[in-house]
C-alpha cells in the first residue's frame, strides 16, 4: 500500500469532484472524503485547493450550490451537478482516457523484436 500522498492537478481536481457529485448532492467536506476514501488514502484534498475549485466549478456553472444543514447539524453549502456539469464531465472523461493511455505507452513501452 502506498503511504505517499499525491498532488492534484487542478483539471483533475474538478474532474474528480464533478464525478463524486455524479452519485448527489454533498458538501464539501464529504466531496473531499470520498475522492481520499476512493483513491485508497493515496490522493489528499487540501481545504486550500477544494473551496477555490468548488467556486470556480459554480462559476462556470458546471455544479450548482445550496445551503443546507450537514449531518453535524451545522450550516453547510451542498454542491451538485448541473447538466452542463454532466456533459463536461462526459468530454473530460474522454481525454483523461486519451491521455492516461498515452502516459502508459510512454512509461511501458512494448518490447521492440531483435
Known amino acids: 500500500?502506498?503511504?505517499d500522498k499525491v498532488e492534484l492537478l487542478q483539471g483533475t481536481l474538478d474532474m474528480l469532484i464533478l464525478r463524486t457529485l455524479l452519485f448527489g448532492p454533498a458538501h464539501g467536506h464529504a466531496i473531499a472524503h470520498a475522492i481520499e476514501r476512493g483513491s485508497e488514502e493515496?490522493?489528499?484534498v487540501e481545504h486550500g485547493s477544494l473551496y477555490p475549485a468548488l467556486h470556480r466549478l459554480v462559476k462556470q456553472g458546471l455544479i450548482a450550490?445550496?445551503?443546507g444543514v450537514s449531518e453535524n447539524n451545522r450550516r453547510a453549502k451542498y454542491y451538485s451537478l448541473t447538466a452542463k456539469g454532466r456533459k463536461h464531465l462526459t468530454a473530460e472523461n474522454s481525454k483523461w482516457e486519451r491521455l492516461t493511455q498515452a502516459i502508459a505507452r510512454i512509461m511501458h513501452p512494448a518490447e521492440e523484436e531483435v
Open 1 to 3: 500500500m502506498l503511504n
Open 42 to 44: 493515496v490522493l489528499q
Open 65 to 67: 450550490a445550496k445551503s
